[in-house]
């Protein structure tokens, strides 16, 4: 979806390597373009943004702590069930 960006505060670090798709990633005041096998490395605490600018379709694969949780921008809390 074009115009699609996620923003959230990670309370635990995150990696990510995107497998399709060009995305800019946000991680505290910097951005950089990543594309298909490029790694994201998100320290604890950082406040981290997605942007896929494109109408073609960004598949990532996350990995993460147990424990984990995300702070969303309306400032509820994210806790996926896989980190349980």
């Given at each position: 979806?074009?115009?699609?960006r996620?923003?959230?505060?990670?309370?635990t670090q995150g990696c990510?390597?995107?497998?399709?798709?060009?995305?800019?990633?946000t991680?505290?005041e910097?951005?950089e373009?990543?594309?298909?096998?490029d790694?994201?490395?998100?320290?604890?605490?950082?406040?981290?943004?997605?942007?896929?600018?494109?109408d073609?379709l960004?598949i990532a694969?996350?990995?993460?702590?147990?424990?984990?949780?995300?702070?969303?921008?309306?400032?509820?809390?994210i806790?996926?069930?896989?980190?349980?």
């Open positions: 979806m074009q115009g699609f996620s923003v959230s505060r990670l309370h990510s390597r995107l497998l399709s798709g060009t995305i800019r990633a991680i505290g910097q951005s373009e990543a594309a298909a096998g790694a994201i490395l998100v320290p604890a605490g950082s406040r981290f943004g997605v942007d896929n600018l494109t073609e960004a694969w996350v990995t993460t702590s147990a424990g984990f949780m995300g702070i969303l921008p309306d400032g509820s809390w806790t996926p069930p896989w980190t349980r």
